[in-house]
């Protein structure tokens, strides 16, 4: 099922969503704003995750039958933490190689800094809002918020202000921890957050 999905996803919704915004279609003709995918790759992306997760429905445990939600944690924070950095470094090629040509790298640079501040914006947005919800810190919520930052600050990088760009990540990095709380809360089982990462957050991006 795993391999059915994946193909219909990457070989006939991605291509046309995509060109949608960058192969001439009516989204980019009518001036829609979408530099490296926030839209046309997180968003769609997080809704096919969301209606897989509605059809396989929550894992065994997850929901009490007194409504009470039960954490599966992952098995490791530190490959976790460690495959969140690597996706951070990931994103200055991501980002920046979406102009297609280094030109006087002007360009390169302001993506490279507006993706840089979007992630850490995202990383201390998420700190604040757990700290505030949950009582403490939270590492897998900051985690989350740097991917937040990074996928609501992909589709504008190339178009806003430096400090704009740290403001985008910021909230991406609040919604993502209020994102989580809220899909547990409607009984929604996603084991690592996708959806409140790159289904939020890439429409907080659009």
């Known amino acids: 099922s795993f391999l059915v999905f994946s193909f219909l996803l990457v070989a006939f919704l991605y291509p046309i969503t995509g060109h949608w915004i960058w ?5 980019g003709a009518n001036n829609f704003r979408d530099f490296a995918g926030s839209t046309v790759v997180h968003s769609v992306g997080g809704w096919a995750a969301l209606a897989g997760i509605l059809v396989l429905g929550p894992r065994l445990g ?3 039958k007194d409504g009470k939600v ?5 098995h490791s924070m530190t490959s976790a933490a460690l495959g969140v950095l690597i996706l951070w470094l990931g994103w200055f090629g991501f980002n920046p190689g979406s102009t297609m040509a280094a030109m006087n790298g002007t360009a ?3 993506i490279l800094v507006a993706t840089n501040l979007g992630a850490a914006a995202g990383a201390l947005g998420a700190t604040i809002v757990a700290w505030m919800m949950l009582g403490k810190p939270d590492l897998s919520m900051i985690l989350n918020g740097c991917l937040a930052g990074l996928v609501a600050v992909t589709a504008p990088c ?10 985008i990540g910021f909230i991406g ?3 993502v921890v209020v994102a989580v709380l809220g899909f547990d809360k409607a009984k929604i089982d996603d084991p ?5 990462v790159h289904l939020v957050n890439g429409i907080w991006g659009t």
């Not at 192969?23 to 989204?27: D, R, V």
């Not at 190339?158 to 403001?167: K, M, Y």
């Open 62 to 64: 997850k929901f009490g």
């Open 108 to 110: 390169i640079a302001h």
């Open 70 to 74: 039960n954490p599966i944690p992952g």
């Open 192 to 196: 690592v957050g996708a959806l409140s």
């Open 173 to 175: 990095g609040c919604l």
């Open 158 to 167: 190339a178009f806003v202000t430096i400090p704009s760009s740290a403001l």
């Open 23 to 27: 192969g001439g279609g009516f989204l």
